[in-house]
């Protein structure tokens, strides 16, 4: 025998649906070249984010800078038909990165995309950069030292600096 309260408030629930969180737009103050100078967001460091154009497109770029409440933003592809006072939003995704042998020998840009015209990347899994970056970092006490000196085939080089395995 079912509980009606317990029956009625499991359908409240599941009709309950969340409000839209607000969102928060900085703005485009300035295009200068390939820097677009933004206000009025919290803009982090290497993040990514999206501007508006007049035609309502997204394009996407990342902060490489700051100067006070200013933010530096350079365009990832190239960009048209941007306007002062444009929407400026954070892109929200999780950093994973596509690792496949499929990756061998293939040129790519730094969204991860094929630009050698050899068609698409298929991907066999997927890992979090974070998750990443941990399994590759060794301290300084981890590491192997240099134990031998490493010949790269040019004299020049040799000779002017210093190689080794290690």
């Given amino acids: 025998m079912t509980n009606p309260l317990h029956t009625s408030l499991k359908s409240a629930l599941t009709a309950l649906t969340p409000p839209e969180l607000v969102k928060s737009y900085g703005r485009l103050t ?28 997204w394009y996407d770029a990342e902060v490489v800078g700051f100067n006070q409440d200013e933010a530096y933003l350079m ?26 042998e499929k ?7 730094a969204q991860m995309q094929p630009i050698d015209n050899l068609g698409p990347l298929e991907q066999d899994s997927t890992k979090s950069a974070s998750k990443l970056s941990n ?14 000196p490493l010949d790269v085939g ?13």
């Fill in 103 to 109: 990756l061998l020998g293939r040129v790519i840009d």
């Fill in 154 to 166: 040019i004299r020049a080089i040799n000779s002017l600096f210093s190689v080794g395995k290690g």
């Fill in 30 to 57: 300035r295009v200068n070249g390939l820097t677009l100078t933004a206000t009025g967001g919290q803009f982090v460091m290497g993040e990514k984010y999206q501007v508006e154009s007049v035609d309502g497109h």
């Fill in 75 to 100: 365009p990832l592809k190239k960009i048209q038909n941007l306007y002062s006072g444009g929407r400026v939003r954070p892109v929200i995704k999780n950093s994973h990165v596509a690792i496949s």
């Fill in 135 to 148: 399994d590759y970092s060794l301290t300084t006490l981890e590491r192997k030292g240099v134990t031998e």
